[in-house]
């Protein structure tokens, strides 16, 4: 497991829970593993990283280390910058499938890329790809 993938993992973890201890949260997250150890000091390089980030403190109570969200998990927002092209090509994506559908309430305006555009980027792909599943449009992919 890369730190990448752990961070993921964790990413996860925290949406839903406010701390996490690595002794008896970890097989929470990872219930299978043919390398614990190591998957473990993935882990843990990524708690580092999120403190490094302060999205999380750790404390250690009784020999046990604990890593707590700074604040709760939905009120961190992320910057995100992209270039004129990209924001072109998403604007184009989402403007055809609006084109598709018969609705412009969600067209896109390529100076000025919004959440909403990338939500909007999102629930396009989860169409595309439920389809290609043949799974209901509105069931959230894993």
Same mark, same amino acid.
């Not at 990338?118 to 043949?134: D, F, Q, W």
């Given at each position: 497991?890369?730190?990448?993938?752990?961070?993921?993992?964790?990413?996860?973890?925290?949406?839903?829970?406010?701390?996490?201890?690595?002794?008896?949260?970890?097989?929470?997250?990872?219930?299978?593993?043919?390398?614990?150890?190591?998957?473990?000091?993935?882990?843990?390089?990524?708690?580092?990283?999120?403190?490094?980030?302060?999205?999380? %403190?750790?404390?250690? !109570? =009784?020999?046990?280390?604990?890593? #707590?969200?700074?604040?709760?998990?939905?009120?961190?927002?992320? @910057? *995100?910058?992209?270039?004129?092209?990209?924001?072109?090509? %998403?604007?184009?994506? !989402? =403007?055809?499938?609006?084109?598709? #559908?018969?609705?412009?309430?969600?067209?896109?305006?390529?100076? @000025? *890329?919004?959440?909403?555009?990338?939500?909007?980027?999102?629930?396009?792909?989860?169409?595309?790809?439920?389809?290609?599943?043949?799974?209901?449009?509105?069931?959230?992919l894993d």
């Open positions: 497991m890369t730190v990448l993938e752990a961070s993921n993992e964790l990413y996860s973890w925290f949406s839903e829970n406010d701390t996490f201890c690595l002794d008896k949260d970890f097989i929470k997250v990872i219930a299978i593993t043919e390398t614990p150890e190591e998957d473990k000091a993935a882990f843990l390089c990524a708690l580092k990283d999120f403190e490094k980030s302060k999205l999380i %403190l750790s404390s250690e !109570i =009784n020999s046990t280390e604990y890593w #707590i969200l700074n604040k709760k998990f939905y009120s961190y927002a992320q @910057n *995100v910058q992209i270039n004129p092209e990209l924001a072109l090509a %998403l604007a184009g994506i !989402i =403007n055809k499938f609006c084109e598709v #559908i018969g609705d412009s309430t969600d067209l896109c305006d390529p100076a @000025n *890329v919004e959440e909403k555009d990338i939500k909007n980027l999102i629930y396009i792909t989860n169409v595309l790809v439920s389809e290609k599943k043949g799974v209901d449009s509105e069931q959230e």
